[in-house]
């Protein structure tokens, strides 16, 4: 059976409240924390940094699913490890020595992620689909929550598990942005291995039930 990994997105919960969402994600199915760093940079758009980081490490009981929207991430990449980081993701279109940064990454103790803007092409990963432990294809822009979900993901969901497959790796496929309970199944059968949902979980009138239902929907 499929057990698809359910990330909510922390961008998407009340700041003011954020110790009762970060228990409420304890409590629930949900699998992963998912984290955005954005600079202003990388993306029109800042989100919170490594205060806020540690604020969240100190509750959170599950994996930390750090997603960096910034300019030059090897700068951060052993502040990002003492905080607590289980996975660390970068853009690809971030990185001028990715395979460099995938090591760094791994050289302190975190799974190596690479996002790909919805432009970047799956065909770039081909000499580096081994080093990478997870590829996140971004289903929207980057830099805001609650954006429509851009259909051609799925095609590049097939042809990274394609790629993936013919390379004999064992990376996972994160689907990052307007994942909902319509499009959720079809993107893990698709080949989706992580479903990360900011919106859709948090703006619910019941979160917990909402990632509930989530993990019911794309579990089979
Ligand atoms: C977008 C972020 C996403 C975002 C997803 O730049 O990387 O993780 O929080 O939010 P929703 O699920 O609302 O599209
Ligand atoms: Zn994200």
């Known amino acids: 059976m499929k057990n698809t990994i359910i990330a909510p997105s922390v961008l998407a919960a009340d700041f003011a409240n954020l110790q009762r969402d970060i228990e409420m994600i304890n409590a629930s199915q949900a ?42 991430p090897d700068r951060y990449i052993k502040t990002f490890a003492a905080l607590g980081s289980n996975v660390l993701t970068v853009h690809y279109e971030a ?7 995938l090591q760094a990454i ?27 432990d997870m590829v996140c294809i971004m289903s929207v822009n980057p830099g805001f929550g609650g954006q429509s979900f851009i259909e051609n993901t799925y095609s590049k969901i097939e042809k990274l598990k394609a790629l993936i497959n013919r390379k004999n790796a064992s990376t ?22 992580v479903l990360v949902a900011g919106n859709f979980v948090f703006k619910a009138a019941n979160p917990t039930q909402t990632i509930s239902d989530l993990k019911q929907l794309t579990s089979f």
């Open 95 to 101: 990185c001028t020595h990715l395979h460099r940064t």
């Open 31 to 72: 699998d992963w924390f998912h984290i955005d760093i954005m600079d202003g940079v990388f993306v029109p758009n800042i989100s919170f940094g490594m205060p806020v980081l540690e604020a969240i490490t100190k509750h959170a009981k599950k994996t930390i699913d750090v997603h960096l929207m910034i300019v030059d």
């Open 172 to 193: 996972l496929i994160e689907i990052d942005g307007g994942v909902t309970d319509k499009n959720a199944a079809q993107l893990v059968k698709a080949g989706a291995d």
């Open 106 to 132: 791994k050289a302190e103790g975190m799974k190596a992620g690479v996002a790909l803007n919805p432009h970047t092409s799956i065909d770039l990963l081909e000499d580096v689909i081994n080093d990478i």
